[in-house]
């Protein structure tokens, strides 16, 4: 049997197809104008008989991206090309795509503009757990795109992705919607939440370009693909714009997104407290057989809400709120959709005794 593998999909680096498809509430008053959506009553929701008004309304605001990254090989530093896609979000110049199409180690962004003009980019802000940055080019009138409501998505609807793939700038590629609310991992360590799924065609190079309904209006944030082999097989996803938007605008304002936490790190190997020698290491160091099931405190943070409230390492958490822990990834979820200020109640395991504690989470960047 054919093992698929989710990656992000990036682009062509170096000349080779790379496995990179290297994440929130709408907005109560967005930080610029033109993250505003259109109103619904100004577009028609029928069935096109076909796609060409939508192309006409999305393809002037979809840009490519191309960049260049500084990596290392046997004899030293290399550099490598990739390619991306991106959509404008202001007249001014702000255009969003993937964190992972800009990277960590970019030394040169370049947006190639519809109208043919090809502009140096900067990174106005970044959030990896997200998977999305904004850029920023010296440019006037350009097209923003227009959004829709992808809370309003159904299974079965029209869509539409507009990037780069392959290079192949402004390429337009029509599905539907073949489910909603995916949760999922990806090959880089991060999580896609709430994704939308589509059969529409998505390439490496389609990364931070457009998905939009059947009226051109964006819906979605291209992001990742199941694959084989790095190639389309009709199971893509996007980033919903409902949960795009408020980071959007975090990163507009504040170059960073604000995410709470509660000061520790957990352990990153699975399964480890299923594992009889782990097990025992616990039981021989606390007299206390810990549970099978919750994530293992490995670090804490001094002066942190979890250091406060007597957490220590190699504790088990347990649960968050109402959610168990059963794996990583329940974690991971969970802590994507905090914000600081929220109050959160921490169930876990200390050396033999459960205990229960409400916590407040702090900006992550403050401590």
């Not at 970019?106 to 109208?115: A, E, F």
């Not at 992001?223 to 199971?235: F, H, K």
Request: hydrophobic letters at 40%.
């Amino acid at each position: 049997m054919k093992k698929f593998v989710l990656v992000l999909v990036a682009a062509l680096v170096g000349g080779v197809l790379a496995l990179q498809l290297d994440r929130y509430v709408r907005p109560e008053q967005p930080l610029v104008r033109v993250l505003d959506r259109t109103p619904a009553m100004t577009v028609g929701t029928q069935t096109p008989v076909d796609f060409t008004e939508a192309a006409k309304r999305i393809l002037p605001s979809v840009v490519s991206i191309d960049t260049i990254t500084t990596g290392m090989d046997w004899f030293g530093p290399v550099q490598q090309a990739g390619k991306g896609s991106g959509i404008i979000c202001s007249p001014d110049g702000l255009i969003v795509t993937n964190a992972h199409v800009v990277g960590d180690d970019t030394t040169g962004i370049t947006v190639h503009l519809p109208d043919g003009r090809s502009l140096n980019a900067t990174v106005k802000g970044k959030d990896p757990v997200s998977d999305l940055a904004v850029l920023k080019v010296e440019a006037h009138n350009l097209p923003p795109a227009e959004f829709g409501d992808s809370r309003a998505l159904k299974v079965g609807q029209w869509v539409i992705a507009v990037g780069n793939p392959l290079g192949q700038d402004h390429t337009l590629s029509v599905g539907v919607v073949s489910s909603l609310g995916r949760d999922l991992s990806t090959n880089r360590g991060g999580v896609l939440l709430d994704a939308i799924q589509t059969d529409a065609a998505i390439n490496p190079g389609n990364s931070g370009g457009a998905l939009t309904n059947a009226q051109g209006l964006v819906i979605g944030i291209n992001s990742a693909i199941l694959s084989q082999d790095g190639g389309s097989i009709g199971i893509g996803f996007a980033i919903p714009i409902d949960r795009a938007l408020r980071i959007i605008s975090e990163l507009v304002e504040h170059g960073r997104a604000r995410y709470g936490v509660l000061g520790f790190e957990i352990m990153r190997q699975p399964g480890a407290l299923r594992y009889r020698p782990f097990r025992a290491r616990f039981e021989s160091q606390y007299g206390a057989t810990p549970p099978e099931t919750g994530e293992v405190v490995m670090s804490i943070t001094p002066n942190s809400p979890a250091a406060n409230a007597g957490i220590r390492q190699f504790d088990v958490i347990t649960k968050l709120n109402d959610i168990e822990l059963k794996d990583r990834f329940d974690y991971v979820k969970f802590m994507a959709a905090r914000r600081p200020g929220e109050k959160v109640r921490v169930t876990f395991w200390s050396q033999g005794k459960v205990q229960s504690k409400e916590l407040e989470l702090v900006d992550i960047n403050e401590i």
